[in-house]
C-alpha cells in the first residue's frame, strides 16, 4: 500500500466520528454539552475554537475548556502528562481556484471558487497538562428563561441587512429566497419560547446565503426537497441554529431527537460520497452564525462553494 493510499482521510473520520453519536442516538451538532463548560478555546491564542472543531472537542467531554497543543503547553513551561491521548482538530484554509474561462485567458478574473484544504492537529485539555495554572473549570450557569429568550430577541434584532420576517400567515418555517422573506408560524403554536428561537435561527442561517449576504451555493442552487443540495444547506441550517443557540443558552432536549430525524441524517452522510459534508456544513455554519451575530460582513461577490461530492 502507497503511504497516500495509507494516509487517514480526516474527512472520512470525521464523518465516522458524527455517525457513530447519531447511531447511539446523540445530535453532535445540538450540543448539550455546551451546558457543561462552555465553548472550547485555545488557552495559548484566547480564541475559541469554530466549525467542526466545537463539535469535535466538545464530543470529548472534558471537565476544562481550554486547550493547547504539545507544543503550546512546552512553551508555557507545562506539559502533557504521559500516557494521555490528544483530540484532533483540524485547521479548514481557503485557496482560490479560477473559473475554466479565467483560466483559458490565464488571468485572475473576477469568477472565482474557493476550496477547502485541512490541516490536522492535535490538542490537549487543560485537565491532561502538568504545569499550567488553568483557569478553574466552573460550569455554566444557566440563564433564566427570561434572559435567554431576551438574548436571542437580541440577536434576531440586531441581525446586519436582515431579510423580512413574517409572522402567523402560515403553519410552517421558511425561506424563500426569491422574495428574500422568513415565514414563521404564529408564536403561540410553538410548544416553548426557545423553540420558537431556534426555529427562527434556522431560518435565518438559510438567509445568510442569499446572494447579497454570503452567497452561498448550496441555497442558490436549490434542487427541491429531498435533493443533494437541499441536503447540504439544511444541515448548515441545522448547525447554525445549534452555534447561535450556544450563545443565547437555548439548546434542544434530548426528548426532541427523534428516532425519524436521526436515521434521516444517518441515510445521508453514510453515503460514502457526503464525507465532506460535516466538516463543510460546520464550516459555512460558522460563518452563518457569526454574520447573523455581527462578527462577520458579507463576503466578496466570489460564491461561497459546498456543493462537492
Not at 478555546?41 to 480564541?47: E, L, M
Not at 502528562?81 to 473576477?110: I, Q, T, Y
Amino acid at each position: 500500500m502507497s503511504t497516500a493510499e495509507s494516509r487517514i482521510d480526516p474527512y472520512q473520520t470525521v464523518t465516522n466520528l458524527i455517525i457513530e453519536h447519531l447511531e447511539r442516538g446523540v445530535v453532535p451538532w445540538r450540543c448539550p454539552w455546551q451546558r457543561e463548560v462552555g465553548i472550547p478555546r485555545n488557552f495559548h491564542t484566547g480564541k475559541t475554537y469554530n466549525g467542526v472543531n466545537v463539535l469535535l472537542l466538545g464530543l470529548r467531554h472534558m471537565a476544562s475548556p481550554y486547550w493547547l497543543t504539545f507544543r503550546q503547553a512546552k512553551e508555557l513551561g507545562g506539559c502533557v502528562r504521559k500516557g494521555e491521548h490528544g483530540a484532533h482538530v483540524l485547521k479548514v484554509g481557503e485557496s482560490k481556484s479560477p473559473s475554466s474561462e479565467d483560466a483559458a485567458n490565464d488571468e485572475p478574473g473576477p469568477s472565482r471558487r474557493k476550496k477547502l484544504f485541512l490541516r490536522e492537529y492535535t490538542v490537549f485539555n487543560a485537565v491532561q497538562i502538568e504545569g499550567i495554572d488553568f483557569p478553574p473549570a466552573n460550569p455554566i450557569p444557566q440563564l433564566p428563561a427570561s434572559e435567554r429568550i431576551a438574548a436571542a430577541e437580541q440577536v434576531v434584532s440586531e441581525m446586519q441587512l436582515p431579510p423580512t420576517i413574517k409572522e402567523g400567515m402560515s403553519t410552517r418555517a421558511c425561506y424563500r429566497q426569491s422574495t428574500d422573506t422568513v415565514q414563521m408560524p404564529a408564536f403561540a403554536s410553538f410548544e416553548s419560547a426557545e423553540a420558537y428561537y431556534l426555529t427562527l435561527f434556522h431560518e435565518l442561517v438559510h438567509a445568510t446565503g442569499h446572494p447579497d449576504r454570503l452567497n452561498r451555493e448550496s441555497l442558490i442552487k436549490h434542487d427541491g426537497f429531498g435533493g443533494k443540495v437541499y441536503s447540504q444547506e439544511e444541515l448548515v441550517a441545522e448547525m447554525g441554529a445549534a452555534f447561535l443557540g450556544m450563545e443565547t443558552h437555548i439548546v434542544r432536549d434530548a426528548h426532541e431527537q427523534s428516532a425519524a430525524y436521526l436515521q434521516a441524517w444517518l441515510e445521508v452522510l453514510r453515503v460514502k460520497e457526503h464525507k465532506r459534508w460535516i466538516i463543510l456544513a460546520a464550516s459555512h455554519a460558522s460563518k452563518a452564525a457569526s454574520f447573523i451575530l455581527g462578527r462577520t460582513t458579507r463576503t466578496p461577490a466570489s460564491t461561497e462553494t459546498m456543493v462537492t461530492t
